[in-house]
């Protein structure tokens, strides 16, 4: 039997922790800088430990060579505090988590901010963020989000980047519409690339199209359209389409009512990406106000971060924001308010969700607490977070196993804590469940809490949590994402609301205060946040979905009777209107941009592209030491310490009808326990002692010897390897 046993590690920084009281503890703030990179893996420590070791004498051939880290460091401390004639120096900070040199701007002019943060990362991003929140469900903001991406004052095709991703090297481009801001994020590790990307969005956001020119509120938010003059008229619209989709969606709706419902009062409790039933009540005269209100540069938060020149980030972003005085009504007009916790009891909300013909009549249910109506201090938000996995964060936590096994419903709703906007909630809950034990779930979600209040956590689940969250956030690994984008995505959680954006990246101070309460007096810190956070908190809401199979033909219903009305209402010049306006926008639509209009389109040339290849270091040893074992090994400069293992075996000599047992017996690897450890016992020996450890099938078709290349095999041979990975310090 062959194994290949593949490992990388590095020569870089190391961490040790104190422990106490057998404790290897350890947190991150619950904000989004967490949750962009924390992943709630599992993991076992035994394949790091002995695959490292048993190695460890082994030297590379060859290895990449790479400055030290005090050179690196004294060359990102000269970013700090960079000047520029346009803006003002609101403070300067130093992240030493994660080597971030942050310079805050204030723009003279515009009273536009700036975070400016260097690092030695190559993959370079930008974003704007702007305050966009909703005092209604007619999905502005989300219209707004794919409006300004259709053409702007210097870009002038109808979709820009359609174009220049032609001619990009982008590592990252997208944005998102969240309950109470719009993200418009760039990266990109070629230097002239990722101007061209800050200037197509600049402009974009600045300076849209759409704003002057209604067609484009037509196409991407909503329009009637109609062909002829005896056919019904319809609504259409990208947005329109798009949320028509979202809301057929269970799962969504339940999400849906679970945070109107917890949050009755302010701007959360309306949908920022659009009711289909609301969306055609936004008038383009409504649309256009709200971009001129909340894209004003004063309400704006602009991020740099990755290893590009400081001067360069000013330089570019004062051309845009010159053209822009200060804007007093934009950004007060855009305070998020607190929802207070005004409920005196618990409510219960029952709505109906689509279900066809043949779908089983379960019920859905989630019960939701609102977390905080004050700001949280840094060691509250950490607490919470190791709450949450205590709680929810695996298989084996309390919360998630007992409803698991509670046999009342199929899967977990709900996830536990979310903390993306001003406010966390926490939200549990079954779907699968049977209208006969609906009210048990509810019931069986508070007296599992009240237990754990009473009992308190092991020793060994609250090291396994710690450890694990704590490994997570010191390794910072964003996979395919850029780290940049999980920086900016971190400061947001406590800049978009006014507060210092670098204090929601930094952990170790209230890390070590957390520590020092477990030291003292072990699981009652969480003890007490449960009391206080969920049993003693009445703003508590328990929402329930029941299937409704004539649901979706009523909502098609009302909508054919509302148009119907609508066209009954109009006259025949009004109809005609929207024929012309209909023809109108499809040959918009199908038409091709003017030579012109293309040629504004910025793009990268040959020479532009960087000549050099990337070589990575790696050994191949064969046979090692008489094992039979084939080890492959990288040796990065770049893994903060931490050592990644994969063991495969290959097991192609079992039987082909015997292949698609192997997932489920990765799954038996990882579930039911090992050796003296059960299934509890183990997740919390991988929890305490690893960052991970994983349990995979890998298989791969092959050709024959002498099979031609580029020729499709037969599809009859296969290689399949049975893969633990794992990785620790």
Same mark, same amino acid.
């Given at each position: ?11 870089g920084?190391?961490?040790a ?7 290897a503890?350890?947190?991150v ?35 990449t ?26 403070s300067?900070d ?20 700036l ?5 030695d ?7 704007i ?12 903001p ?10 702007s ?8 980047f359609v ?13 998102f ?10 990266a990109?590790?070629?230097?002239k690339?990722f ?12 300076h ?11 196409q991407e ?7 002829e ?18 809301y ?35 008038s ?10 909340f894209?004003?540069p ?10 590009d ?6 330089e ?8 822009f ?13 607190y929802?207070k916790?005004?409920?005196?009891e ?10 066809g013909?043949d779908?089983?009549e379960t ?16 060691v ?5 977070t190791?709450?949450d ?8 936590s309390?919360?998630r ?11 977990? #709703?709900?996830?536990?804590? %979310?903390? @993306?906007?001003?406010? /966390?909630? $926490?939200?549990? !809950? +079954?779907?699968?469940v ?9 019931e ?23 450890? #694990?969250?704590e490994?997570? %956030?010191? @390794?910072?690994?964003t /996979?395919? $994402?850029?780290? !940049? +984008? ?18 929601a990246?930094?952990f170790?101070e ?12 072990g699981?009652k ?13 009445s ?6 979905m ?12 009302a909508?054919k009777d ?19 306006k ?9 038409s091709?941009?003017p030579p ?8 990268l ?11 990575y ?12 074992v084939?080890?492959?090994?990288h ?23 015997d292949v ?16 003296e ?12 002692h ?8 890998m ?6 010897d ?7 095999s ?16």
């Amino acid at each position: 039997m062959l194994f290949l046993a593949y490992l990388t590690s590095t020569t870089g920084r190391t961490s040790a922790f104190a422990v106490a009281r057998g404790v290897a503890s350890s947190s991150v703030l619950s904000t989004p800088s967490s949750a962009a990179f924390l992943n709630k893996r599992t993991a076992a420590s035994q394949l790091i430990a002995s695959t490292a070791g048993r190695f460890a004498s082994t030297t590379a051939n060859s290895c990449t060579i790479t400055r030290s880290s005090s050179v690196v460091a004294a060359d990102l401390e000269k970013n700090l505090g960079i000047t520029h004639p346009s803006f003002d120096v609101i403070s300067t900070d130093v992240v030493n988590e994660f080597g971030a040199y942050c310079t805050l701007y204030r723009h003279k002019k515009s009273g536009a901010e700036l975070l400016s943060v260097s690092t030695d990362d190559d993959n370079k991003c930008f974003g704007i963020t702007f305050r966009t929140p909703p005092s209604d469900s007619t999905g502005v903001p989300h219209i707004l989000e794919h409006s300004v991406l259709c053409g702007s004052r210097k870009y002038k095709t109808k979709d820009p980047f359609v174009q220049l991703l032609q001619g990009s090297l982008q590592t990252f481009l997208n944005a998102f519409t969240y309950p109470d801001r719009t993200c418009y994020v760039v990266a990109s590790q070629n230097t002239k690339d990722f101007y061209n990307l800050i200037n197509v969005y600049a402009d974009a956001v600045f300076h849209p199209r759409a704003t002057s020119d209604p067609m484009v509120h037509a196409q991407e938010g909503w329009h009637l359209e109609l062909e002829e003059m005896d056919q019904p008229l319809t609504y259409k619209g990208v947005v329109y389409n798009e949320m028509k989709g979202v809301y057929s969606s269970p799962d969504s709706l339940l999400q849906r009512e679970a945070q109107h419902s917890i949050f009755p009062d302010n701007t959360y409790g309306v949908d920022s990406g659009g009711d289909p039933v609301e969306i055609p009540n936004l008038s383009f005269e409504q649309f256009a106000a709200f971009h001129k209100k909340f894209y004003h540069p004063a309400n704006s938060r602009i991020f740099f971060a990755g290893d590009d020149d400081v001067a360069k980030r000013l330089e570019i972003m004062d051309e845009y924001l010159n053209d822009f005085g200060e804007s007093p009504e934009s950004k007060p007009g855009s305070v998020v308010e607190y929802q207070k916790k005004v409920y005196t009891e618990p409510k219960k909300v029952r709505k109906p969700y689509p279900a066809g013909a043949d779908q089983p009549e379960t019920h859905m249910l989630m019960v939701n607490w609102l977390v905080n109506d004050r700001e949280m201090t840094p060691v509250e938000e950490i607490t919470l977070t190791i709450l949450d996995h205590l709680l929810m964060g695996t298989s084996s936590s309390i919360l998630r196993k007992t409803m698991m096994e509670s046999g009342l419903g199929d899967a977990i #709703t709900g996830g536990g804590l %979310m903390t @993306e906007l001003l406010q /966390g909630v $926490f939200m549990v !809950g +079954l779907k699968g469940v049977k209208p006969e034990n609906v009210d048990k779930v509810e019931e069986l979600v508070v007296e599992t809490l009240k237990k754990v209040a009473e009992e308190g956590f092991s020793d060994d689940a609250v090291a396994a949590s710690m450890n #694990t969250i704590e490994f997570d %956030m010191r @390794e910072f690994n964003t /996979g395919s $994402f850029p780290k !940049g +984008l999980s920086l900016m995505l971190g400061s947001m959680s406590k800049w978009i609301y006014d507060k210092n954006p670098t204090d929601a990246l930094k952990f170790e101070e209230p890390l070590a205060e957390l520590k020092a309460s477990i030291a003292e007096s072990g699981s009652k810190v969480f003890q007490d946040m449960i009391r206080d956070v969920l049993l003693s908190n009445s703003h508590r809401t328990t929402v329930e979905m029941y299937p409704s199979k004539t649901l979706e033909e009523e909502e098609l219903k009302a909508e054919k009777d509302r148009l119907a009305k609508i066209k009954e209402s109009m006259s025949e010049d009004d109809l005609k209107s929207i024929i012309d306006k209909t023809a109108e926008l499809k040959k918009l639509q199908g038409s091709e941009d003017p030579p012109e209009a293309k040629a504004t389109i910025p793009s990268l040339e040959l020479e532009d592209l960087k000549r050099e290849v990337t070589e990575y270091p790696i050994e191949v040893v064969e046979n090692i030491a008489d094992s039979g074992v084939t080890y492959v090994k990288h040796e990065m400069g770049s893994t903060s310490g931490i050592a990644y293992a994969t063991l495969a075996v290959d097991v192609s000599g079992i039987p082909l009808e015997d292949v698609p047992l192997l997932p489920l017996f990765t799954r038996i690897m990882m579930e039911t326990g090992a050796g003296e450890y059960d299934s509890v016992a183990l997740s919390r020996q991988i929890g305490m002692h690893t960052g991970g450890v994983s349990a995979s099938t890998m298989i791969t078709g092959v050709n024959k010897d002498g099979a031609e290349d580029g020729v499709i095999s037969e599809g009859e041979h296969f290689v399949s390897k049975l893969t633990i990975s794992g990785k620790g310090q």
